[in-house]
């Protein structure tokens, strides 16, 4: 490297670096203060593509905005907070799935086929949604273990994961409604319940990219590919299911 | 000129939804098209008859993704959801007619195979969107 290049160098780092009476160059106050920054936030730091450029999108940070990406990615003082969130969506979930009649399967809701079902029948199956989550979590972490080397944050990424399932609670809530006042056998509310599905499962989607992103450091690119192999390896188990 | 440089792997996903659109004015199970079920059924009011227009509106939106990711490659992530959206109905349409139509599995119309390799052609679009993408930030 010429002198040139290194004087150039030198004095874009000018506040970073301070030459004593050695001659040498050693880091000044602000130069070590920046570089422990650095090295602290390493984390962060490897994925700025995602947080800074894609979250600039109006539509996302409305999403965001809803699904508090403060839960999603917790810091230390909000750990219970988080963790009491979860548990409440894991329990609204579980007691909207036994109502509505629903097994659960990752974030799709098959339909039980018995219509006079005896109660116990009803709380276990409205349990799939606690085991479905859980399975969830191990298939979603084995994933990031295996194919991408990534084995960090696994309790606090399983604290966080209900959160996931947050929009499905919404659906359920307006699945059951609809189904209350027997709206279903209209076609405008048959369809709209069908896109309200859709537009859930997009949305939980794309909090489980996001999950996925903030806790395991991976690309955005590389969460929204498992989380569309995971939704589309699902939805054909349940087409052979059904068949 | 300007037609050649939108001509690239991304137009797989258009050729998709141009074929998932396709499918929708062909019979997939028995003698009558999608559109011509829909227009039956609705005409007898049956509740789930915009089921049949799935299809036709799951390609008209992966078109417009399609299109958005040829035209400005930025928006990519933006894109990718719209496709979840779009592929989103396609799944509740096989779902509720394929398990509709069981009877009928074994003899498929040529509606069945167009949206079926739609279906493919827009699924394998989204990744090959996405493993692109990733492998020119790592070159990067």
Same mark, same amino acid.
């Given at each position: 490297?010429?002198?040139?290049?290194?004087?150039?160098?030198?004095?874009?780092?000018?506040?970073?670096?301070?030459?004593?009476?050695?001659?040498?160059?050693?880091?000044?106050?602000?130069?070590?203060?920046?570089?422990?920054?650095?090295?602290?936030?390493?984390?962060?730091?490897?994925?700025?593509? @995602?947080?800074?450029?894609?979250?600039?999108?109006?539509?996302?940070?409305?999403?965001?905005?809803?699904?508090?990406?403060?839960?999603?990615?917790?810091?230390?003082?909000?750990?219970?907070?988080?963790?009491?969130?979860?548990?409440?969506?894991?329990?609204?979930?579980?007691?909207?799935?036994?109502?509505?009649?629903?097994?659960?399967?990752?974030? %799709?809701?098959?339909?039980?086929?018995?219509?006079?079902?005896?109660?116990?029948?009803?709380?276990?199956?409205? %349990?799939?949604?606690?085991?479905?989550?859980?399975?969830?979590?191990?298939?979603?972490?084995?994933?990031?273990?295996?194919?991408?080397?990534?084995?960090?944050?696994?309790?606090? @990424?399983?604290?966080?994961?209900?959160?996931?399932?947050?929009?499905?609670? @919404?659906?359920?809530?307006?699945?059951?409604?609809?189904?209350?006042?027997?709206?279903?056998?209209?076609?405008?509310?048959?369809?709209?319940?069908?896109?309200?599905?859709?537009?859930?499962?997009?949305?939980?989607?794309?909090?489980?990219?996001?999950?996925?992103?903030?806790?395991?450091?991976?690309?955005?690119?590389?969460?929204?590919?498992?989380?569309?192999?995971?939704?589309?390896?699902?939805?054909?188990?349940?087409?052979?299911?059904?068949? | 000129?300007?037609?050649?440089?939108?001509?690239?792997?991304?137009?797989?996903?258009?050729?998709?939804?141009?074929?998932?659109?396709?499918?929708?004015?062909?019979?997939?199970?028995?003698?009558?098209?999608?559109?011509?079920?829909?227009?039956?059924?609705?005409?007898?009011?049956?509740?789930?008859?915009?089921?049949?227009?799935?299809?036709?509106?799951? $390609?008209?939106?992966?078109?417009?993704?399609?299109?958005?990711?040829?035209?400005?490659?930025?928006?990519?992530?933006?894109?990718?959801?719209?496709?979840?959206?779009?592929? $989103?109905?396609?799944?509740?349409?096989?779902?509720?007619?394929?398990?509709?139509?069981?009877?009928?599995?074994?003899?498929?119309?040529? $509606?069945?195979?167009? $949206?079926?390799?739609?279906?493919?052609?827009?699924?394998?679009?989204?990744?090959?969107?996405?493993?692109?993408?990733?492998?020119?930030?790592?070159?990067?």
């Amino acid at each position: 490297m010429s002198t040139g290049t290194i004087y150039h160098h030198l004095e874009t780092l000018k506040e970073l670096v301070d030459q004593k009476t050695d001659k040498r160059y050693y880091l000044s106050e602000l130069g070590v203060y920046a570089y422990s920054s650095l090295k602290n936030n390493i984390e962060t730091i490897r994925s700025p593509d @995602f947080t800074h450029r894609e979250l600039r999108s109006p539509i996302l940070r409305k999403l965001m905005k809803i699904t508090s990406k403060r839960f999603i990615q917790f810091e230390k003082e909000d750990k219970a907070l988080t963790t009491i969130i979860s548990l409440s969506i894991l329990i609204t979930g579980t007691i909207l799935t036994g109502l509505n009649g629903f097994y659960s399967f990752l974030l %799709f809701f098959i339909e039980s086929e018995q219509s006079n079902m005896d109660l116990f029948l009803q709380i276990l199956i409205s %349990f799939t949604f606690i085991v479905n989550m859980i399975i969830f979590f191990i298939i979603i972490e084995g994933i990031s273990r295996l194919f991408y080397k990534k084995k960090e944050n696994t309790f606090n @990424f399983f604290i966080s994961f209900a959160i996931i399932q947050f929009p499905m609670v @919404f659906y359920l809530i307006t699945h059951l409604i609809f189904k209350s006042f027997w709206l279903l056998n209209l076609s405008v509310f048959n369809l709209l319940d069908k896109i309200l599905l859709i537009v859930f499962q997009v949305w939980s989607l794309w909090l489980l990219s996001y999950g996925l992103c903030a806790m395991k450091g991976l690309k955005i690119e590389s969460c929204l590919i498992i989380s569309l192999l995971l939704h589309y390896g699902s939805f054909t188990i349940i087409l052979f299911v059904l068949v | 000129m300007k037609l050649k440089k939108y001509l690239n792997i991304y137009i797989l996903g258009v050729i998709g939804s141009v074929i998932l659109i396709i499918s929708e004015f062909f019979s997939w199970f028995t003698d009558y098209s999608l559109i011509e079920r829909y227009v039956i059924y609705s005409s007898v009011a049956i509740e789930d008859s915009f089921l049949y227009l799935f299809p036709l509106m799951s $390609g008209i939106i992966c078109l417009i993704a399609s299109s958005l990711v040829i035209y400005k490659i930025e928006l990519k992530i933006k894109c990718v959801i719209i496709f979840f959206v779009g592929l $989103g109905f396609m799944i509740i349409f096989f779902i509720d007619y394929i398990t509709q139509e069981i009877n009928f599995i074994s003899n498929p119309g040529i $509606g069945f195979y167009l $949206g079926v390799i739609g279906f493919l052609l827009i699924l394998f679009n989204i990744i090959n969107i996405l493993i692109t993408i990733e492998k020119q930030m790592d070159g990067n």
